[in-house]
């Protein structure tokens, strides 16, 4: 991480690089006085304003506490700033605070892809399967498919009849100077280099290329001419180089490489690394994100994210990314992606997928913007009433309370439930964990700070949850937005967890998962339902939302309602004497 002072002309500038730490804002605020001292000695400009100091991040998605702090003290006293955001992220948690910045691109954004028409899968071993699976999922669309794999000129190649019972394209393996038609696809035969010229499919006997023959380079390279941009070739596993080079032709000619993650190869990965190593690719994935992202790119600009294109982008959401999605509902889903292939700049489903299976930070958005995250604090006050006046003091019979916000978003509950323990005196003998799936929203919870925006809400849920003096005392105004004081926020643990993929990690007095379920599908809330039974001391309580609509699941799995309507419930068998 570094921080630099620069001058040009009149102003100056600071560049940030890399995540700011505490020593990192301790150099900003030094490059601040400093920047200010410059501008003080220079002349003032005749409009009486001095000239702003522009602040760049180049690296970070969030910003430290204390940064955002120095920054909205700065511009609160006068020092005029302008901030520039690299990341999308960084520039979204800025505005949320009342931060004015500005969001630059740290990269061209990339020309609009031509339609896809034609499609290359090619390969040696380890590849065939791949294959299959990948043809499997094709949308019908009028586009030619060219299939490639290696076999030896003296073995008979049954992959067209493989692929005849799994695919409506009519399969080919074709003759010589056969006409290449849409919704066809050709496969290679042994012995023979397969290439396509003027709509015809040509075979020759030309010598071997890389020792292969048919060669992957010699297709590839025919379809970069033929084809141009229209053209997508795909590299699966293999030994040796062919491929190599014909993926560097179809990327000169702009077309789009996608090659296999050559950890997938179980040690066939000596050609698509050959083809990584030399640069000759746009995207590396793993078999599931290259289905998804070919099925998209074939069904074209207007596909929409639903049906069996939706389904494939989750399963390769949870499969390169780690992230399962699977079970949401589908119709919250499609609304979602929907709404966010806008959102985020792109015109078409298949090149926003393109765009979140490739960048991490891009994908780390979707997961935090996924969601619809309304939230405040003490969000339902009537249910956190009951909390506070019966059952916190029940739970005070323990030695050591653990409660757990699941799903906590930018932690408004988690705090919201902080501020109730320490007016009850619980808080020094509480431990709070607060968890949600995004790294992003934590890290936005964990600094503390809130827009100024929902104060008045917030004071109000505060009285209606049975608060007896002022939100303001624990929800502190700053320049521009409110802050949680520290001796709150640091009992509060939060961490990254994962409700559809990961189990307990503990067991709590109290779990609050409020408005998350209503995302899921029937089969996940059972599931999540059953981890909570598992985390839930016998004495302890669940928390759900009212909206939630999990009142006849939850008992049918043996919780017992706490209260009619409260959706506050006990597991079943434990005694509560009312």
Not at 41 to 59: I, K, L, T
Not at 78 to 89: E, N, S, T
Not at 266 to 290: C, F, K, Q, S
Request: charged share 20%; proline share 5%.
């Amino acid at each position: 991480m570094s921080v630099t002072l620069h001058r040009h002309g009149g102003c100056c500038g600071i560049a940030v690089l890399g995540p700011l730490d505490g020593a990192g804002t301790l150099e900003l605020a030094q490059a601040l006085d400093e920047a200010g001292r410059a501008a003080a000695a220079h002349p003032v400009r005749q409009s009486g304003a001095r000239p702003p100091v522009e602040v760049s991040f180049y690296d970070a998605d969030t910003l430290p506490r204390d940064a955002v702090e120095l920054l909205a003290a700065r511009l609160a006293g006068g020092q005029p700033l302008r901030i520039v955001a690299y990341h999308a992220l960084l520039a979204h948690s800025l505005m949320r605070l009342g931060l004015p910045v500005r969001q630059v691109a740290n990269r061209a954004a990339p020309a609009a892809p031509a339609a896809c028409r034609a499609l290359a899968l090619s390969g040696s071993a380890q590849s065939l399967d791949k294959i299959l699976h990948i043809v499997a999922a094709l949308p019908m669309a009028d586009v030619a498919v060219f299939v490639l794999q290696h076999v030896d000129e003296g073995q008979v190649n049954l992959l067209d009849q493989l692929l005849k019972a799994r695919t409506e394209y009519e399969v080919l393996m074709p003759q010589h100077m056969a006409p290449v038609r849409a919704r066809t696809i050709y496969v290679a035969p042994p012995g023979y280099h397969m290439k396509v010229a003027y709509g015809l499919v040509y075979l020759t006997r030309d010598r071997k290329i890389q020792f292969s023959r048919p060669s992957i380079d010699v297709l590839l390279a025919a379809l970069a001419s033929e084809y141009k941009a229209g053209a997508l070739a795909v590299l699966l596993c293999g030994y040796g180089r062919d491929g190599v080079d014909g993926c560097g032709a179809v990327r000169a000619a702009g077309g789009t490489v996608i090659v296999e993650e050559g950890s997938e190869c179980e040690g066939a990965r000596a050609m698509p690394d050959a083809a990584r190593d030399a640069g000759h690719y746009d995207y590396v994935m793993n078999l599931r994100a290259i289905t998804s992202v070919v099925a998209a790119s074939v069904a074209g600009e207007a596909a929409a994210p639903e049906g069996p294109l939706l389904e494939l982008f989750l399963d390769a959401v949870a499969h390169q990314c780690g992230y399962d999605f699977r079970n949401y509902q589908r119709d919250s889903l499609q609304r979602r992606f929907t709404a966010l292939v806008r959102q985020f700049g792109f015109d078409s489903f298949a090149r926003f997928q393109r765009a979140v299976l490739s960048d991490a930070a891009m994908f780390e958005r979707l997961v935090a913007e996924l969601p619809v995250g309304v939230t405040s604090f003490f969000r339902h006050p009537a249910q956190l009433r009951l909390l506070r006046e019966e059952i916190m003091p029940y739970l005070a019979s323990f030695p050591m309370i653990k409660l757990w916000s699941a799903g906590c978003s930018t932690g408004e509950e988690a705090y919201s439930l902080a501020i109730m323990l320490a007016e009850l005196g619980l808080l020094e003998r509480s431990h709070l964990f607060a968890t949600d799936i995004s790294g992003y929203l934590l890290e936005l919870a964990k600094s503390g700070l809130f827009p100024l925006a929902g104060r008045e809400q917030n004071r109000g849920n505060y009285l209606a949850a049975g608060g007896d003096t002022c939100a303001d005392q624990y929800l502190i105004e700053g320049p521009g937005f409110l802050r949680v004081p520290e001796h709150l926020r640091l009992r509060v643990l939060f961490h990254r967890h994962s409700l559809t993929g990961e189990g307990i990690f503990n067991e709590f007095q109290l779990i609050l998962c409020r408005n998350v379920l209503i995302y899921f599908d029937a089969e996940l809330q059972r599931k999540v339902l059953q981890r909570f039974a598992r985390s839930l001391h016998v004495d302890g309580f669940l928390v759900l939302g009212p909206q939630d609509g999990l009142n006849m699941m939850a008992q049918e799995l043996g919780f017992v309602p706490y209260e009619a309507g409260s959706f506050i419930y006990r597991p079943g068998g434990a005694l509560h004497d009312r």
